[in-house]
């Protein structure tokens, strides 16, 4: 096999802000997924699908929109095959609040650990920052104008004039001078909000919660200390604008539209749900707390309210995919209540040496184009021969069949064994160039990749 790196992608333009959902087509998903994610055609059909079922959702008879429940998805597959990925980048395409929690962090209520509710908690502190930056990015532009006029203030805050206009003049100038960047060295002081040390009153596992709540509630009635500092006037350009474009954001409106981001668009990815299972349906010793997380989780995925600091939070129509490798369960296991939840079933296959190939050259973050753009920032060219990135190849599949799979995640290891010594010396030795080919790869790595007890260690 000949693999060369692409010097192209295929042209998959990601969809206009104007027409962002209506855009995004399964195929459109699918074909964008592509970029990073190899191979998984079955999860990547299957997600795609049920995000578009949302607009569906959306735009279906007003009298049948909230009956439509999501159509949740369980991942089968071992570690390191893209379950999480697939997720993650589906909701960056989307722009969708996500949050990924692994099941087995979670205990039954009263137990000590964290409760099922925090997931939507901590979805919503997610939307809220999200919105929030969105906003305050929008204000951007009228912020800096406001920031301008306040540093040119500070340039000159003894600056008076008996003419009224002359002083308007001179002042226009002056903000014009500093648009260009010219007057970005001068030194001028500014108040700043100085930072509160908050008391910490908990330290327990599963009161996290109840601290940070307490902590904020507190914080609230203690008055903002402010303080002096002097800057130059980029960085008091910089400052400023923070300020005044966060001024100009009304929270209720971000709190709002984070609350109705999560209910129409949420996602909320669930690991290691295996590890909540109960093997043959006996609930005995840890068993049972693990049937109490299910239990827990149940009205969750169902849709229920929760409480949350910005207000009560339906959970109707959040979508969630669990995923898991269910080496010594299987998703019948589950309580049957939870597998009605989960309709769709994908299972993800194991990936074989012709997928390493392809991960390591064909997505838009290949790990080859990641090297070697780190490499040149330091004045060192590598290139990889089609031969070599086979060797590499085969040696991350033979060391996950010897040792455990963790699927692509080898492939980093093995990459940063090969290039260590190169990434050391890189700046003694620029400007150079390095062409690895097989030979360099054998070299490198054949004496840990045979050593099964040291492999086990390295790589």
């Given at each position: 096999m000949n693999h060369q790196l692409p010097t192209t992608l295929a042209p998959v333009p990601l969809p206009d802000k104007t027409d962002h959902v209506l855009s995004l087509t399964p195929k459109v998903i699918v074909s964008i997924l592509d970029r990073f994610i190899i191979g998984q055609a079955k999860a990547k059909r299957s997600v795609a699908i049920a995000m578009r079922n949302r607009w569906r959702r959306l735009v279906a008879p007003e009298d049948l929109r909230e009956e439509i429940t999501p159509k949740n998805i369980i991942m089968i597959g071992p570690t390191g095959v893209g379950k999480t990925e697939i997720a993650r980048r589906l909701?960056?395409?989307?722009?969708?609040?996500?949050?990924?929690?692994?099941?087995?962090?979670?205990?039954?209520?009263?137990?000590?650990?964290?409760?099922?509710?925090?997931?939507i908690r901590d979805l919503?502190?997610?939307?809220?920052?999200?919105?929030?930056?969105?906003?305050?990015?929008?204000?951007?532009?009228?912020?800096?104008?406001?920031?301008?006029?306040?540093?040119?203030d500070l340039v000159l805050p003894g600056f008076k004039s008996a003419d009224g206009q002359s002083q308007t003049n001179t002042k226009k100038k002056l903000k014009k001078l500093l648009q260009e960047g010219k007057l970005m060295d001068a030194e001028v002081e500014i108040v700043v909000d100085a930072q509160?040390?908050?008391?910490?009153?908990?330290?327990?596992?599963?009161?996290?919660?109840?601290?940070?709540?307490?902590?904020?509630?507190?914080s609230s009635f203690i008055p903002k200390k402010r303080q002096r500092r002097k800057v130059t006037a980029a960085q008091a350009m910089e400052i400023l604008t923070q300020q005044e474009a966060s001024g100009l954001v009304d929270n209720e409106q971000v709190i709002e539209e984070a609350k109705k981001r999560v209910e129409q668009q949420g996602l909320v990815f669930i690991d290691e749900i295996d590890k909540i299972c109960v093997k043959g349906g006996g609930f005995r010793g840890p068993d049972v707390s693990r049937e109490g997380v299910q239990r827990d989780l149940l009205p969750l995925v169902e849709g229920s309210t929760v409480s949350t600091k910005y207000g009560f939070i339906k959970t109707d129509h959040i979508l969630f995919i669990a995923a898991g490798a269910f080496h010594s369960c299987k998703p019948s296991d589950l309580m049957p209540e939870l597998q009605g939840r989960f309709p769709i079933r994908v299972e993800l296959s194991p990936?074989?040496?012709?997928?390493?190939?392809?991960?390591?050259?064909?997505?838009q973050n290949a790990l080859i184009r990641q090297y070697k753009a780190l490499m040149s920032t330091e004045g060192v060219e590598i290139e990889f021969t089609p031969e070599a990135i086979e060797e590499l190849a085969a040696m991350a599949w033979q060391v996950n069949e010897s040792n455990e799979?963790?699927?692509?995640?080898?492939?980093?290891?093995?990459?940063?064994?090969?290039?260590?010594?190169?990434?050391?010396?890189?700046?003694?030795i620029s400007p150079a160039q390095i062409l690895v080919t097989p030979d360099y790869v054998k070299k490198r790595l054949t004496e840990i990749v045979t050593d099964t007890d040291l492999s086990k260690f390295i790589l």
């Amino acid at each position: 096999m000949n693999h060369q790196l692409p010097t192209t992608l295929a042209p998959v333009p990601l969809p206009d802000k104007t027409d962002h959902v209506l855009s995004l087509t399964p195929k459109v998903i699918v074909s964008i997924l592509d970029r990073f994610i190899i191979g998984q055609a079955k999860a990547k059909r299957s997600v795609a699908i049920a995000m578009r079922n949302r607009w569906r959702r959306l735009v279906a008879p007003e009298d049948l929109r909230e009956e439509i429940t999501p159509k949740n998805i369980i991942m089968i597959g071992p570690t390191g095959v893209g379950k999480t990925e697939i997720a993650r980048r589906l909701a960056k395409l989307t722009n969708s609040p996500f949050i990924k929690v692994e099941a087995s962090k979670f205990t039954e209520v009263g137990y000590v650990g964290r409760d099922v509710e925090s997931i939507i908690r901590d979805l919503m502190e997610q939307a809220y920052t999200m919105v929030k930056s969105e906003m305050v990015e929008a204000n951007m532009a009228k912020a800096s104008e406001a920031a301008a006029d306040k540093v040119v203030d500070l340039v000159l805050p003894g600056f008076k004039s008996a003419d009224g206009q002359s002083q308007t003049n001179t002042k226009k100038k002056l903000k014009k001078l500093l648009q260009e960047g010219k007057l970005m060295d001068a030194e001028v002081e500014i108040v700043v909000d100085a930072q509160n040390q908050r008391p910490h009153f908990f330290g327990t596992v599963g009161l996290e919660d109840l601290e940070k709540n307490l902590n904020e509630t507190l914080s609230s009635f203690i008055p903002k200390k402010r303080q002096r500092r002097k800057v130059t006037a980029a960085q008091a350009m910089e400052i400023l604008t923070q300020q005044e474009a966060s001024g100009l954001v009304d929270n209720e409106q971000v709190i709002e539209e984070a609350k109705k981001r999560v209910e129409q668009q949420g996602l909320v990815f669930i690991d290691e749900i295996d590890k909540i299972c109960v093997k043959g349906g006996g609930f005995r010793g840890p068993d049972v707390s693990r049937e109490g997380v299910q239990r827990d989780l149940l009205p969750l995925v169902e849709g229920s309210t929760v409480s949350t600091k910005y207000g009560f939070i339906k959970t109707d129509h959040i979508l969630f995919i669990a995923a898991g490798a269910f080496h010594s369960c299987k998703p019948s296991d589950l309580m049957p209540e939870l597998q009605g939840r989960f309709p769709i079933r994908v299972e993800l296959s194991p990936l074989s040496k012709e997928d390493f190939v392809r991960i390591l050259t064909e997505p838009q973050n290949a790990l080859i184009r990641q090297y070697k753009a780190l490499m040149s920032t330091e004045g060192v060219e590598i290139e990889f021969t089609p031969e070599a990135i086979e060797e590499l190849a085969a040696m991350a599949w033979q060391v996950n069949e010897s040792n455990e799979n963790i699927g692509a995640r080898r492939l980093s290891t093995i990459m940063e064994s090969l290039l260590d010594e190169v990434s050391f010396e890189a700046p003694d030795i620029s400007p150079a160039q390095i062409l690895v080919t097989p030979d360099y790869v054998k070299k490198r790595l054949t004496e840990i990749v045979t050593d099964t007890d040291l492999s086990k260690f390295i790589l």
